[in-house]
């Protein structure tokens, strides 16, 4: 009884998730779909410049 309430629970989780999920890509498309080129390219590139920077990738990974 007790591993069907937390199958139950997982499966409840799942699908927020998923809702979620789908939320987001909606949002994003809108605010794609409304931005001009020039800025959201200008959003991108600060954005990997972020994740792709020197002291970024050199940090180790403590697990």
Do not use: P
């Not at 699908?15 to 789908?22: A, T």
């Not at 959003?43 to 410049?49: A, E, H, M, T, V």
Request: a positive charge; zero cysteines.
């Amino acid at each position: 009884m007790k591993q069907n309430s937390i199958l139950n629970g997982l499966k409840e989780a799942k699908e927020i998730n998923l809702r979620n999920n789908f939320e987001y890509i909606d949002a994003y498309s809108a605010y794609v779909i409304k931005t001009d080129n020039k800025t959201w390219s200008r959003g991108q590139k600060r954005f990997l410049d972020i994740l792709y920077t020197k002291k970024r990738r050199s940090k180790k990974i403590r697990v």
